[in-house]
């Protein structure tokens, strides 16, 4: 099964709160990404967090981290129509820098 | 800083045809990754090099994909013969260094593939 699960959608309402969850299964996972995806784009890199932090905020988005329940969430801040894109999570647990990816969640920003 | 520059940018043929897509990786960085997309799920993982060695290949299928880097910069991926299930979007990315965990990954823009 795979070793990182989204939810598959999500929708807000502009200038509302985002919250996008992810859970992991291996608990010796040491960094874990927000990566954004817009159509017809590659990744773009949005923050991650090390595992021994429960939270790093960077302007909107801020990320939270329970590391006993291996819960990590994005949440954004003052969701805007450009923030509509699919979210994937994503985890390294080894030395060579190996990653799994959620199957991401699409946020869709409503006027 | 220039990113990581993959061609083309779409790539169109026929069942049992031969592709092959291209990337650079940004300058300085040891680590690039091919990940296969599949539309509707996360990034899959087909082979990791640091430098010119392969570090992960366990992915791959060797008997229609290969992949290398020779001088440790750029790198191709092939398919030969293609398959309909082939049919994806192929992600090139590159990392300062494995090794670290906190080297995130810089994607290109990918390359979609259509498999007819």
């Known amino acids: 099964g795979e070793d990182v699960e989204q939810s598959l959608f999500l929708s807000v309402r502009e200038g509302d709160s985002s919250v996008i969850n992810c859970t992991y299964t291996?608990?010796?996972?040491?960094?874990l990404y927000w990566y954004k995806q817009e159509p017809g784009a590659g990744l773009q890199l949005l923050t991650y967090?090390?595992?021994?932090?429960d939270m790093k905020q960077d302007q909107r988005l801020t990320v939270l981290l329970n590391k006993k329940d291996k819960h990590l969430s994005l949440r954004i801040a003052d969701t805007q129509t450009g923030d509509s894109a699919i979210y994937f999570c994503?985890?390294?647990?080894?030395?060579?820098?190996?990653?799994?990816f959620g199957a991401g969640t699409q946020v869709v920003v409503t006027p | 800083e220039a990113g990581v520059a993959q061609s083309p940018r779409y790539k169109i043929i026929e069942k049992r045809q031969s592709v092959a897509f291209w990337c650079n990786p940004i300058?300085?960085?040891?680590?690039l990754y091919w990940y296969q997309q599949i539309l509707g799920q996360g990034p899959k993982l087909l082979i990791q090099?640091?430098?010119?060695?392969?570090?992960?290949d366990s992915q791959l299928p060797k008997d229609r994909f290969s992949a290398e880097r020779l001088k440790g910069v750029d790198s191709t991926l092939k398919i030969q013969p293609a398959k309909l299930e082939d049919s994806a979007v192929y992600l090139c990315?590159?990392?300062?260094?494995?090794?670290?965990?906190?080297?995130?990954?810089?994607f290109g823009n990918g390359t979609r593939l259509t498999v007819t």
């Open positions: 967090i090390f595992s021994n932090m």
């Open positions: 291996d608990s010796s996972s040491t960094y």
């Open positions: 994503a985890e390294t647990t080894d030395s060579w820098g190996k990653f799994q």
């Open positions: 090099f640091q430098n010119n060695g392969v570090v992960d």
């Open positions: 300058s300085g960085h040891a680590t």
């Open positions: 990315a590159s990392s300062l260094e494995s090794g670290t965990g906190g080297s995130p990954l810089h």
